[in-house]
């Protein structure tokens, strides 16, 4: 099972997968061999715990170490919410999430896990948040890439994902920006940077919705260097609780960011800032102007919806979405120009303030997508984690530029896709060494040389081994199969003569073999042989004899067929 | 395949595999205990050590007044201090492909190697061996070039003069290959070569082997090395242990079913108890610091350093220390401290849960935080005014012939309050302190080595059962010390292949079989036929493609049809090409359908009278007919 996740935008059961595709009767335990999760976005590993503990599942479950650090924090969170705020029942309990994650086994980038017999998997870097990874699935030759979420341009605080020419049999590919191309990074945060500045330069109020882990710590970073460099003295909040926790994550997980970082980080730890400090509810009254990072990023509930409804009145204020919103959100609705917002108990709220989105979502665009697919040569496209119409787009597009095919399976779709793996054969070094030496050290694309052996299938091993060999082995005798060949020929000479004339013949026809005449009568050519006899009643009417082995039946059959034909009169 | 060793020492091994065409390098591992012989490097004058006098031969014949030097009734070398490179003449080291590290301590003579033999090839490591490896080189570049020292000695090398010096000079080893330190330039043009892996990534070497780090659980990221083909397994095992220290426990179950594993760095302090050191350690330390004196532990900077650390934290309230801060002096204190706690994938169970609270996995931070421990790049600078004693003092180098651990002996040395307590394994702890002797200071002598010990090994082989070991020739007796001691060596069967520096041994191993891929189509086209129950056979006629030794068998194309030219019937004369072998005709021959095929044959060959089939043999593979 490639990650479990949670749609952000249901209340009720369609929030969580329909696990009943894989089974009617319950427990998955027998029908998963694992489960992998890419990265601790909910999205990705919120549903979890529900399908461990509530449908059940004991196998194991792979993830790297700062997924395995900050997943459950954030599934406690999201179960807050949901059952401590929202008050509803049947939901997984704390405990369930502790126990979920006891079954979790944590991996290393690059490191190849074995999970049983056949099945390894192999962790790549996805540079989408801190630990996100892209999984390769390997069975024999066969293999699977599952990219979860990932972004092909590094940024402030990660790298770029990155694989390596593994040549998938199927890619499965996220594809949320399937149709955009952004502009260059550095515009989107000068324009970021621009609109915070002017907005805190005029007195104003700036909120921004943020998911404590990830782009929160990109746009912190952004705002405390553009801070320090612009020497300005307005507070920028972070609201507290998992935030200050999460740069502690960052900090012990600086291995996964980006080089830069990494560097320089004995000297100064960039998740050590100066400028931003933790927000109490308190400040938001506070006069004069502010920048507060909240949370959650969808302006759904929590502490951001909060500060949201006290500032929306002020048309000096801005707040600055800095990635998508899922339909249903406050979040979506502000972002399509609703200007008025209906809130619990039949309050109507005036939006005044600025509006402003800017795409900092960590996600691969239209570009990102291409340049991975010829990262890992494919053999197959799955696109999935995006919108149908877009996916269309990009589709046609893969299969245009790379003539590979795509699929797009929608939700309880099943697609088949036909592999066509060789067959790995032990082969015995002799017969390889012996076949190399005559192939010379470069093949002949005109005269490929075919080369035999035997194949013996025995106890679910296969082994190539010269013909010899294999009967040796299996205690069989070799059969010796020849054929003999009279052909009639009229020829006036002694036959001793047309021996002497076929010899010359065969000398002028036959460069490259060997021709030998022998006393005994004989010609021999290789290893064929060939005699001439005559009656006394027709001296003139030569019956030539030919026998040779199998080994030897082109060249035979040829000789056959060239004799014939008669001997030239010129000789 | 053949393995060429160039160290002698073995916990500093350099080996050379020869294996399928590939040449791999194990180690590279610098012999530095050749700089006992050496003078001390001073940071700050020394009147005592510039007013030693020179060697002159008992009959006044040699004078080498200049290059050595008669201290507490040793000769020492007045030079910088020269180290023990590994064998470079035994092969030519540029043809070297891959060079595979082990551990931190393993790489040091990585320059040496990468810049001056024409290495062209990639070097393998963890990502904590090199950060770490990379502190260990500029620490002892620093060391090296903060104190600089025109004079460099030769002429005491000459084989006729260094036979006739006093001991322990007299029997130094290969003083000819003995070479300065490298400069950072090296350093980081070796460490540019290095590509990471993690533990149980397979790497391809040039589509032959695939070699692959496991846990050793000696140090941060320190591993043990699997080089295989689909049929032959060599196992690495360098510097491995299987207490419970800081980092991930030693992946023991991979190493299984090798057909020769090579064993180097066991302990080198095999009846020490690391435990029953380290409680020692603690007590000496305590027992100086109650008595108003200063401690000062000789250490390398990354390490056991750590668990010292560890042990410290939670020793201290109990010990009743008061305030006595802990140094940690070193070039490279911060960093080692830093990049210690960042590595969390590499450590034990037990520190990894802590990161995921998220915490720091190692207590020195918290030491750090509340300024119980200080860390300082030298004495010079802040250090010096914000010294108070009674102190613990961590600091390198534990040959204590260069780096700030000179100037605390000159300090502390006349002062019988004060305690020196070593726990590195490298170096004998008499022949360190000689160039200081006499001494007023106490010395403790508490090594620690986590590494395995010989009832550990045993047991380990045992479990993972190689058909052949190969280890240095040390452990195949006792220390010379302790000869009565039969456990302290390896007793096998059949016994292990020793080597010593410059051998070459030849590895018993015979290849048999390469993996080739049959392509679908090909595999599509065999007909197996089943010769007994339980096995079939099937003739393959098969074009050979072999590329980055990686070996395919594709089916043999059909020739293209002849052209319809009008000189068709010349074409027809051209000879046929040779083609190779038939497949060999065996198997019982069906009998009745033959008799049938020959019948209809028959009549078919009787209308051409001039052509006869003859069978010539008792049995008859199949019904082909001659034309």
């Known amino acids: ?571 | 395949m053949k393995l060429y060793c160039l160290s002698g020492h073995p916990t500093l091994p350099c080996n050379v595999l020869k294996f399928k065409s590939t040449t791999i390098m194990l180690d590279c591992g610098l012999d530095i205990t050749s700089a006992l012989h050496f003078l001390p490097l001073p940071l700050v004058h020394s009147q005592r050590l510039s007013k030693l006098p020179g060697w002159v031969s008992k009959d006044g014949m040699i004078n080498l007044e200049k290059e050595l030097k008669e201290c507490a009734g040793r000769v020492f070398v007045d030079s910088l201090p020269e180290f023990c490179l590994p064998e470079k003449e035994l092969l030519d080291l540029s043809t070297v492909d891959v060079i595979l590290i082990s551990n931190y301590h393993c790489m040091m003579a990585l320059p040496y190697i990468t810049e001056h033999t024409g290495f062209t090839g990639t070097v393998y490591a963890t990502e904590p061996t090199l950060q770490i490896g990379r502190l260990l080189m500029e620490e002892f570049v620093n060391f090296m070039e903060r104190v600089p020292k025109a004079q460099s000695a030769t002429c005491w090398k000459s084989k006729e003069i260094q036979r006739l010096l006093p001991g322990p000079l007299k029997d130094a080893q290969e003083v000819w290959a003995w070479k300065r330190c490298y400069s950072m330039q090296e350093v980081n043009s070796a460490l540019s070569k290095v590509q990471l892996v993690g533990y149980s990534q397979k790497v391809e070497l040039f589509g032959a082997v695939q070699v692959t780090p496991l846990s050793s659980g000696y140090s941060l990221g320190s591993s043990n090395w699997i080089i295989q083909s689909h049929y032959e397994k060599v196992s690495y095992v360098s510097g491995s242990s299987l207490l419970t220290t800081h980092p991930q426990p030693m992946d023991q179950s991979s190493l299984k079913n090798s057909d020769v594993l090579i064993l180097t760095g066991l302990t080198q302090i095999p009846t020490a108890n690391p435990d029953g050191m380290l409680g020692e350690f603690c007590s000496n330390l305590a027992m100086t610091i109650r008595a108003g004196g200063n401690v000062l532990v000789p250490c390398h900077s990354s390490g056991v350093i750590y668990d010292l650390l560890e042990c410290l934290y939670q020793f201290m309230d109990s010990a009743n220390l008061g305030t006595a801060p802990f140094y940690f002096i070193s070039p490279v204190a911060n960093s080692s401290l830093e990049f210690s706690q960042i590595f969390a994938e590499w450590l034990c169970q037990n520190k990894q849960s802590k990161v995921y609270l998220p915490e720091p996995p190692f207590p020195h931070a918290e030491l750090v935080q509340t300024n119980k421990l200080k860390h300082y790049p030298s004495i010079h600078g802040d250090f010096s005014s914000e010294f108070r004693q009674p102190c613990v003092v961590f600091t390198g180098h534990p040959s204590l012939r260069f780096g700030d651990v000179v100037h605390f002996m000159e300090l502390w040395g006349k002062s019988s309050l004060n305690t020196i307590i070593f726990t590195e394994p490298d170096f004998a702890y008499l022949d360190a302190l000689a160039p200081y002797q006499p001494l007023a200071m106490k010395c403790v002598y508490c090594p620690i080595d986590t590494r395995l010990n010989f009832h550990q090994v045993s047991k380990l082989l045992k479990e993972v059962q190689p058909l052949h070991v190969v280890c240095p020739e040390q452990y195949t007796q006792p220390p010379p010390s302790q000869s009565h001691r039969s456990d302290l060596m390896l007793e096998l069967q059949p016994p292990p292949m020793a080597y010593r520096r410059c051998s070459v041994l030849g590895l018993p191993f015979r290849r048999r079989y390469e993996r080739i891929q049959i392509l679908p189509e090909l595999a599509k086209s065999l007909v197996p036929s089943e010769i007994k129950p339980g096995v079939s056979v099937a003739t393959v006629s098969a074009v050979l493609h072999s590329k980055d030794n990686k070996h395919v068998l594709q089916p043999v194309p059909k020739p293209a049809p002849a052209p319809p030219t009008k000189k068709r019937k010349r074409v027809q004369e051209e000879p046929p090409e040779r083609l190779g072998p038939k497949p060999l005709l065996s198997g019982a021959v069906p009998l009745e359908p033959f008799l049938a095929t020959l019948h209809k044959q028959n009549k078919w060959c009787s209308m051409l009278p001039q052509m006869r089939v003859r069978v010539s043999c008792k049995e008859i593979y199949g019904t082909k007919c001659s034309n």
């Open chain 1, 1 to 571: 099972m490639l990650d479990c996740g949670m749609h952000m935008g249901y209340n009720d059961d369609r929030r969580f997968p329909d696990f009943s595709y894989i089974t009617q009767n319950g427990r998955l335990t027998e029908f998963l061999d694992c489960v992998i999760i890419s990265h601790f976005h909910l999205d990705h590993c919120g549903a979890l715990p529900y399908m461990s503990e509530m449908v059940g599942y004991d196998g194991p479950i792979y993830m790297t170490h700062p997924t395995k650090a900050i997943c459950p924090i954030l599934l406690e969170d999201f179960r807050k919410i949901t059952v401590d705020k929202r008050g509803e029942t049947n939901f997984f309990t704390s405990q369930m999430i502790k126990d979920c994650m006891k079954k979790v086994v944590p991996i290393n980038l690059h490191q190849t896990v074995q999970v049983d017999d056949e099945l390894e998997i192999k962790a790549y870097y996805a540079g989408h948040v801190l630990g996100a990874a892209m999984v390769q699935i390997k069975v024999g030759a066969e293999s699977v890439v599952y990219t979860g979420d990932y972004n092909m341009t590094p940024d402030r605080h990660l790298g770029a994902a990155w694989i390596d020419k593994c040549r998938p049999d199927i890619l499965i590919s996220e594809s949320t920006y399937a149709t955009t191309i952004r502009d260059s990074k550095r515009c989107r945060e000068r324009d970021f940077l621009k609109k915070v500045h002017e907005s805190v330069e005029r007195g104003g109020k700036v909120l921004i919705p943020v998911f404590a882990l990830g782009r929160a710590q990109e746009l912190c970073i952004l705002l405390e260097t553009f801070w320090e460099r612009m020497n300005l003295k307005a507070p920028i909040y972070f609201s507290t609780g998992l935030t200050e926790k999460a740069n502690h994550y960052y900090k012990l997980f600086i291995t996964w960011t980006n080089q830069k970082i990494r560097k320089t980080f004995v000297q100064r730890n960039m998740f050590e800032f100066k400028h931003i400090k933790a927000f109490d509810r308190a400040y938001a009254d506070n006069p004069g102007p502010m920048v507060v990072f909240a949370t959650p990023g969808m302006l759904h509930a929590g502490q951001s919806l909060q500060i949201f409804k006290k500032w929306a009145g002020n048309e000096k204020n801005m707040v600055i979405m800095p990635g998508y919103c899922v339909q249903g959100t406050v979040g979506h609705k502000i972002l399509n120009g609703q200007k008025k917002l209906e809130m619990e108990g039949r309050a109507t709220l005036e939006v005044k303030l600025q509006v402003e989105y800017m795409s900092f979502s960590a996600h691969a665009d239209a570009k990102g997508i291409m340049q991975l697919i010829r990262m890992a040569e494919p053999r197959n496209i799955l696109l999935v984690h995006g919108e149908a119409k877009k996916m269309e787009f990009l589709k046609d597009k893969i299969e245009q530029e790379f003539s590979i095919s795509c699929f797009m399976p929608a939700n309880g779709e099943t697609t088949t896709v036909e592999t066509n793996p060789s067959v790995p054969v032990d082969i015995s070094l002799n017969l390889l060494k012996r076949e190399m030496a005559l192939g010379g050290p470069l093949p002949d694309p005109k005269k490929p040389r075919t080369m035999h052996g035997t194949l013996i299938m025995k106890d679910n091993s296969l082994r190539l081994v010269s013909g010899d060999q294999a009967l040796k082995e299996l205690g069989l005798s070799e059969h010796q199969l020849r054929f003999t060949c009279r052909v009639q020929l009229q020829d006036a000479h002694s036959d001793a003569d047309t021996l002497t004339r076929i010899y010359t013949h065969l000398k002028s026809v036959l460069k490259a073999y060997t021709i030998q005449h022998l006393p005994d009568g004989t010609v021999m050519v290789e290893s064929i042989v060939i005699k001439v006899s005559s009656t006394a009643e027709e001296p003139n009417v030569k019956v030539i004899l030919l026998s040779w082995s199998y080994q030897d039946e082109e060249l035979g059959s040829f000789l056959s067929t060239l004799l014939k034909k008669g001997l030239p009169a010129a000789l």
